[in-house]
């Protein structure tokens, strides 16, 4: 059993932190523009994997930023029609965030374009929020690398909100999420998340997101290779100079997906823990439908399968299928219950 499986979570809550954005999302050939009509999805990194834990009946609270205003109490009735648990929301400022994304693009593509900055989240500083307060009964803490990318201010309340949920002896993850187009404060992420790293207890993301931002080498040669055997092996390796480089952690998760565009979507993933390995099935499709969301997918079936004591080889099957099954799902977070992962595991 993993170290991370001996402890019972069940007595609490899971605490998702990160700012909530609107995704508008023009269609490519710009048909909005004659029909007056900007599909918009709820979404966020964090409140994906809240959306997801809520969904599958884990005890899912929500923190971000929010002006106190009409707009935001519409979007708090929503969440709290999905189960996720509000009452940790933050009231200031005046903007929400958002992004544009083109129908059927990738978060890494050109299509993509942020207006978050001056948001209520971006706006947070240390020693606004009472965390004592927002961390009772929680017993997981989970974040991402997209927090502290937004501002000086959003890096210094994610490293005063670790410190407060360490203290208290929650576990914590962190999904290594990179986005190039954020990380415009004079910061590398290299010079940040580090920082933030040493407290967590589950780290998530790919070899080469955390050889950018922890400084884990990858072998130029792993990556021109393509090869499977050498990927997962490259996985081993990195996810053992993490642990090494980062005592409290327990526990590595890397995924792979390689695809053009939407076509020949290969899928898997490792995790590794406890001195060993796990590999899932591999997952392969013609076409999918939306990419975002995905990897939030298989944090939320990470953090499921140990909030629940799973075995390592159970919980990488689960957030695998997990995973996979959300790239047919045309939103930011997954609508796909428990029982309908479970029949899609290899």
Same mark, same amino acid.
């Given at each position: 059993?993993?170290? &991370?499986?001996?402890?019972?979570?069940?007595?609490?809550?899971?605490?998702?932190?990160?700012?909530?954005?609107?995704?508008?999302?023009?269609?490519?050939?710009?048909?909005?523009?004659?029909?007056?009509?900007?599909?918009?999805?709820?979404?966020?990194?964090?409140?994906?994997?809240?959306?997801?834990?809520? &969904?599958?009946?884990?005890?899912?609270?929500?923190?971000?930023?929010?002006?106190?205003?009409?707009?935001?109490?519409?979007?708090?009735?929503?969440?709290?029609?999905?189960?996720?648990?509000? *009452?940790?929301?933050?009231?200031?400022?005046?903007?929400?965030?958002?992004?544009?994304?083109?129908?059927?693009?990738?978060?890494?593509?050109?299509?993509?374009?942020?207006?978050?900055?001056?948001?209520?989240?971006?706006?947070?500083?240390?020693?606004?929020?009472?965390?004592?307060?927002?961390?009772?009964?929680?017993?997981? $803490?989970?974040?991402?690398?997209?927090?502290?990318?937004?501002?000086?201010?959003?890096?210094?309340?994610?490293?005063?909100?670790?410190?407060?949920?360490?203290?208290?002896?929650?576990?914590?993850?962190?999904?290594?999420?990179?986005?190039?187009?954020?990380?415009?404060?004079?910061?590398?992420?290299?010079?940040?998340?580090?920082?933030?790293?040493?407290?967590?207890?589950?780290?998530?993301?790919?070899?080469?997101?955390?050889?950018?931002? &922890?400084?884990?080498?990858?072998?130029?040669?792993?990556?021109?290779?393509?090869?499977?055997? &050498?990927?997962?092996?490259?996985?081993?390796?990195?996810?053992?100079?993490?642990?090494?480089?980062?005592?409290?952690?327990?526990?590595?998760?890397?995924?792979?997906?390689?695809?053009?565009?939407?076509?020949?979507?290969?899928?898997?993933?490792?995790?590794?823990?406890?001195?060993?390995?796990?590999?899932?099935?591999?997952?392969?499709?013609?076409?999918?439908?939306?990419?975002? #969301?995905? #990897?939030?997918?298989?944090?939320?079936?990470?953090?499921?399968?140990?909030?629940? #004591?799973?075995?390592?080889?159970?919980?990488?099957?689960?957030?695998?299928?997990?995973? $996979?099954?959300?790239?047919?799902?045309? *939103?930011?977070?997954?609508?796909?219950?428990?029982?309908?992962?479970?029949?899609?595991?290899?």
């Amino acid at each position: 059993m993993s170290e &991370l499986t001996s402890k019972d979570y069940t007595t609490g809550a899971v605490l998702n932190f990160g700012e909530l954005l609107l995704r508008i999302t023009p269609d490519a050939q710009g048909d909005w523009l004659q029909q007056n009509s900007l599909p918009v999805f709820v979404g966020g990194a964090e409140l994906n994997v809240a959306t997801a834990l809520a &969904l599958w009946d884990v005890p899912s609270r929500y923190f971000t930023a929010l002006p106190k205003n009409g707009m935001s109490a519409q979007i708090v009735s929503f969440l709290e029609d999905k189960d996720i648990d509000t *009452s940790s929301i933050f009231y200031h400022g005046n903007r929400v965030g958002l992004y544009f994304l083109t129908k059927g693009q990738d978060l890494k593509h050109d299509a993509l374009i942020y207006d978050r900055a001056y948001s209520a989240f971006a706006e947070l500083t240390p020693g606004q929020v009472d965390w004592d307060k927002v961390l009772d009964g929680v017993t997981w $803490f989970h974040f991402s690398a997209i927090c502290p990318a937004i501002s000086q201010n959003a890096a210094d309340v994610c490293k005063e909100v670790l410190e407060a949920a360490s203290k208290k002896g929650i576990t914590i993850s962190v999904d290594l999420n990179y986005r190039a187009k954020l990380w415009k404060y004079g910061k590398e992420p290299i010079d940040v998340m580090p920082e933030l790293a040493q407290y967590c207890d589950l780290i998530m993301g790919n070899v080469w997101a955390a050889e950018r931002m &922890l400084g884990t080498p990858v072998s130029p040669d792993v990556t021109e290779s393509g090869q499977k055997s &050498l990927y997962v092996k490259e996985a081993q390796n990195s996810s053992e100079a993490i642990m090494k480089q980062f005592p409290k952690c327990k526990a590595v998760a890397n995924t792979f997906r390689f695809d053009a565009n939407n076509t020949d979507v290969q899928y898997y993933t490792v995790l590794y823990t406890d001195g060993q390995p796990y590999l899932s099935g591999e997952y392969a499709a013609e076409t999918i439908i939306d990419k975002v #969301g995905s #990897g939030d997918c298989y944090m939320a079936g990470l953090i499921y399968g140990f909030y629940n #004591g799973l075995g390592a080889q159970q919980i990488v099957n689960f957030a695998t299928a997990a995973a $996979f099954t959300k790239l047919f799902v045309n *939103s930011d977070a997954t609508n796909k219950t428990v029982e309908e992962i479970e029949k899609e595991i290899k």
